[in-house]
């Protein structure tokens, strides 16, 4: 944007903004609120939705202010009769063709189409109702996502999304006129398309048309049948965005509340996926040496750069996209899956509690876990290793339904075992934690000293551009490490799928010489993951980090490493990293899937 | 106001063979492209698309845009029901266009151009590509440096709208953008690009070929030339006319009228519809009612419901729908005089879709949206009757 200043009035009053900047931005300057729908702060404008138009004087027509430039000596009216009676129509036209079942959807009172229709109190006149029959039918054929078309209002935010922030493309705009929907490939089914399950769609939606499939009943069932012990996990980034939907502004820690309020709600066990992060890192970090040792002592062909596999929505992603890299992916399972896997096995083994009756439901920031969990080859206990997944904006509801006011919860910890977990594990919520976390402990089991960054926190490969690379040399290591003397590991950290899909193309081109990527499928990692609180925009989701790396610095432990618990399970359980038992339940193998 | 007595031209669909042109384009391209510029803001000349921007001054902002790259696109989307003027144009006087692309070229400084010919006009393809074959190796031979091709749409009425067209040219969908930015800043791949309708290229050439003067001798001060009309509905004389500028309604229904007239739809299902008390003080020009040429005539025996009925069907169709008050207010529209005239809903609801009407006039993001409200309201004020009962 250019420093150029540009002088209108706005309303009657004289503003100065940069040249290019909009007159829906320049009326926030002013703090006129011009109401919008298509519009977002993560996406490029479509002004299309037509309902923020302002009057500009000497002007014929009415013009979107989310897509006009401000220019020189421009008189605008927010306000003004022609502008008020075009706001109306537009939002009782949006009306007519919108299934307004608000009491009965799951959007009800986060519904910006409702909230507008209330501020606009439209209720007086209607247009012919347009919703056809067919539309109402949703399709849930995606154990993530539910899309009704009925409620949609074809504002194109989703399918912004999906190509600019995720390269994936599943959702798109089909036919056109009074035929014109959002769909998919064919109109197929969207667990038969590239989806990825993001849910950064839903993040997304200003209206009930694209939410996450809930399975708060079904959790809710399991809670209350006494011969059930219903054991919960909660992901790392649940606790830093939970309380945005429980009265708190973004960035709030609320860790501690959210275990009471778990207890309260009635979950026998309450543990967390922190541990298995741990976990994650201490076989993941070994999987990367190992695979290091093989190509570069025994001369091996192994795939490198390893890939970390934390988020399943980047591995479906990779597996519609990129096969042929699925061999760099490291077999890690996703801490959830690892916890799933665990729990039915060496939790209930030491709690002796019969795996059958133990219902595992893990709390997650994520849709795609939803579908992950449900991956046939995520059965490794002898059961589904994890029955329901619900998203931190589910869990908020529960919260809700059971009465509890959460800001005045007294903390409460974890249960043990299970319960542990480090500031390294934290931080897997945010973009680049991954791989922090992985430093810590790879640099420290290689050289025997703490990573050469004040006070542990890597900055180079925190923060939120969309590609970020960073390289550490590895020098005096210990002996059993000697063949890493000298070596300049390189690294590289994506978030997004459009950034993943910027390096993976690299990869597959043979452009980049990184030894370990971390990809987060969305946009700021699991902070901002398409199961957090709705809304989202580069703002909060910058609040949220902070949030993560201040959850980071006030925990006694931050590296991996460190969990008491990991070294227990390593001793009573599971042996070593990459061991048998390891193998067994810790990792998992990906498919090829079509393109489409 | 000045008008015109009805005066038949023929201009448009001289014989011009590709030598001819390539004659007029070579003699041209001697002057300067200042002085051409001069010469076509001086005609007076203004889009034969229907829209009737001044085409000098498109072809000025455009020159004056700094970029290696331009396009010069000729507008061959004929969708416009009742429109068919352009496939006649294209089918016997192609040359013509191909010149006023090539003169136009030279004078923004564009290298490349492209006709964007509507999918339903494919047949034409065989013949304009010969055509255009022995046309680019003639341009080579005088060595001068523009090619044209045809690039083929698929048929959305939308992608007559320019900005669709760039994008459906782009391999995208045709949905039209916000503007600004303008088709002379940033249009065709988003470089800046000189859009004309396949009539005012024919404009061009012949404007070149004889002088500005010349053309100024035909129409008014607001409807410089000729015009090239479609002429269909209740008439015994159905087909293409080439017409002054200027002329009363009046004298264009008393030649082609078939003597129990009731209205005249000037412009096509999106122009306006006009009744018989208003013939004689409806002038058909810029300083009237613009029309892209299409002029339908129906007499007592048609109704003004059906007429209306099928443009907004049409419309509901066509819509691309992306904004709301096209997308939804054109089904609004439809199901509206529907329920009135089945009796759900009162005459008074008629008063509401006019004011939704206004509303997608204004608000609406392309013109498509925009000008539904002109049959709507036009048919509705002046032929309620028919509307209700």
């Given at each position: ?21 909009s ?50 000596g ?103 006129g ?18 990825t ?39 790392p ?36 996926t ?38 399943p ?25 690892m ?21 595992s439901v ?9 579908f ?47 319960g ?5 594990a ?143 399970i ?27 | ?13 001289q014989?011009s ?142 992608c ?34 000189v ?18 003067d ?27 006319h080439?017409?002054e ?51 339908m ?36 529209l ?9 009796g ?17 006039k ?14 709507f ?13």
């Amino acid at each position: 944007m250019s420093e150029y200043l540009v002088n209108l009035k706005i309303n009657n009053i004289p503003v100065s903004v940069k040249e290019g900047t909009s007159i829906l931005d320049a009326a926030k300057k002013l703090n006129f609120n011009i109401p919008t729908l298509c519009n977002h702060p993560d996406l490029s404008v479509a002004g299309n939705c037509r309902v923020c138009v302002v009057e500009v004087k000497g002007a014929r027509l009415l013009s979107a202010s989310c897509a006009t430039p401000v220019s020189e000596g421009m008189e605008v009216f927010t306000n003004s009769e022609k502008v008020r009676t075009s706001r109306k129509h537009v939002i009782e036209l949006l009306l007519s063709e919108h299934n307004a079942d608000c009491t009965k959807c799951f959007k009800n009172g986060h519904c910006e189409l409702q909230s507008l229709a209330s501020e606009y109190r439209v209720g007086d006149h209607v247009f012919i109702d347009l919703v056809h029959a067919k539309d109402k039918i949703a399709d849930i054929s995606s154990p993530s996502i539910s899309k009704d078309d009925s409620k949609c209002i074809r504002c194109q935010r989703c399918v912004r999304t999906c190509e600019e922030l995720q390269a994936v493309s599943a959702l798109a705009v089909i036919k056109k006129g009074d035929h014109q929907r959002i769909s998919t490939f064919m109109s197929k089914p969207l667990n038969e398309v590239v989806c990825t399950n993001c849910g950064q769609c839903i993040n997304r939606c200003p209206t009930g048309a694209l939410t996450e499939r809930s399975y708060i009943e079904q959790v809710w069932n399991a809670i209350n049948d006494p011969s059930k012990h219903v054991v919960v996990q909660t992901a790392p980034a649940v606790r830093i965005g939970l309380g945005e939907d429980l009265g708190y502004d973004p960035g709030e820690r609320v860790t501690y509340k959210m275990v009471a309020a778990l207890r309260h709600i009635g979950f026998d066990s309450v543990l967390d996926t922190d541990f298995t992060a741990d976990l994650t890192i201490m076989e993941e970090g070994t999987e990367l040496l190992t695979r290091l040792k093989r190509a570069l002592v025994d001369g091996e062909k192994v795939a490198l750069p390893m890939m970390t596999s934390c988020s399943p929505g980047w591995i479906k992603f990779q597996e519609h996209i990129f096969p042929e890299l699925l061999p760099n992916l490291s077999t890690c399972k996703s801490p959830q899956q690892m916890f799933g896997a665990l729990a039915k096995t060496y939790y209930a083994k030491k709690k002796g509690i019969d795996p059958k009756n133990m219902v595992s439901v893990s709390i997650m920031p994520c849709t795609a876990k939803k579908f992950e969990c449900n991956r046939p080859e995520m059965r490794d206990s002898g059961y589904q290793d994890v029955d329901y997944v619900l998203t931190t904006r589910e869990l908020a509801m529960m919260v809700k339904q059971a009465g509890i006011d959460f800001m005045k919860l007294e903390d409460e910890h974890y249960d043990s075992i299970m319960g542990e977990g480090t500031g390294a594990a934290v931080i897997f919520g945010a973009t680049g934690g991954v791989m922090e976390a992985a430093l810590r402990t790879a640099y420290e089991i290689v050289t025997g000293r703490e990573v050469p960054f004040t006070n542990l926190n890597i900055m180079p490969v925190r923060g939120m551009e969309g590609v970020k690379e960073a390289k550490v040399m590895i020098k005096d290591v210990l002996p059993a490490w000697s063949f890493l003397e000298g070596a300049e590991l390189s690294v590289a950290i994506a978030h997004g799928l459009a950034n993943a899909k910027k390096v993976m193309t690299a990869v597959r081109d043979g452009k980049a010489n990184y030894h370990f990527i971390e990809i987060m499928g969305c946009p700021g990692g699991c902070l901002g993951g398409g199961g957090q609180p709705i809304p989202t925009s580069p703002e909060i989701r910058g609040k949220r980090a902070e949030a993560i790396y201040s959850e980071d610095e006030h925990l006694a432990l931050r590296k991996s490493h460190q969990n008491p618990e990991v070294a227990q399970i390593y001793k009573d359980f599971l042996g070593e990293p990459l061991g048998h038992k390891s193998h067994d339940l810790l990792h998992t193998h990906y498919k090829a899937r079509i393109r489409y | 106001m000045e008008t015109k007595i009805l005066k038949k031209v023929d201009l448009i669909f001289q014989e011009s063979n590709v030598n001819e042109v390539i004659d007029i384009v070579t003699k041209t391209v001697t002057r300067s492209s200042d002085d051409i510029i001069l010469d076509i803001i001086d005609s007076g000349l203004k889009g034969r698309g229907g829209a009737g921007f001044p085409t000098g001054l498109k072809w000025k902002f455009t020159k004056n845009e700094d970029s290696a790259v331009k396009y010069v696109i000729c507008n061959a989307d004929e969708g416009e029901p009742g429109t068919f003027k352009d496939r006649e144009i294209l089918d016997t006087v192609a040359p013509k266009v191909f010149g006023g692309m090539t003169i136009c070229g030279y004078s923004i400084g564009a290298k490349e151009g492209y006709i964007y010919l509507r999918g339903e006009y494919n047949f034409l393809l065989p013949k304009l590509n010969k055509q255009l074959e022995e046309y680019n190796k003639l341009l080579k031979d005088n060595k001068i440096d523009f090619t044209i091709a045809i690039k083929s749409g698929s048929g959305a009425y939308i992608c007559g709208e320019e900005s669709a067209l760039f994008e459906s040219m782009e391999g995208k969908r045709g949905e039209p953008r916000n503007k600004p930015p303008y088709p002379t800043v940033a249009g065709y791949n988003s470089k800046p690009t000189v859009i004309n309708n396949v009539e005012t290229l024919v404009q061009i050439t012949m404007i070149c070929k004889m002088g500005p003067d010349k053309f100024k001798e035909l129409g008014t001060k607001d409807s410089r030339g000729s015009k090239v009309f479609s002429v269909s509905g209740d008439t015994p004389q159905a087909g293409i006319h080439e017409l002054e500028l200027g002329m009363p309604l009046a004298d264009f229904v008393e030649d082609f009228g078939d003597g129990d007239t009731k209205a005249v739809q000037v412009g096509g299902a999106s122009g306006h519809c006009v009744p018989r008390k208003q013939f004689k003080d409806t002038i058909i020009g810029f300083e009237g009612i613009p029309t892209g040429g299409s002029m339908m005539i129906f007499n007592s025996s048609r109704s003004m419901y059906n007429v209306l009925h099928d443009y907004l069907e049409f419309f509901t169709e066509e819509s691309c729908g992306q904004c709301t008050p096209c997308r939804v207010g054109c089904q609004q529209l439809l199901k509206g005089i529907e329920s009135v005239k089945k009796g759900e809903r009162k005459p008074a609801y008629l008063d509401e879709l006019k004011k939704l009407a206004n509303t997608m006039k204004i608000s609406a993001k392309c013109g498509l949206g925009q000008s539904v409200a002109n049959p709507f309201n036009s048919i509705v004020d002046n032929f309620k009757e028919e509307i209700i009962y």
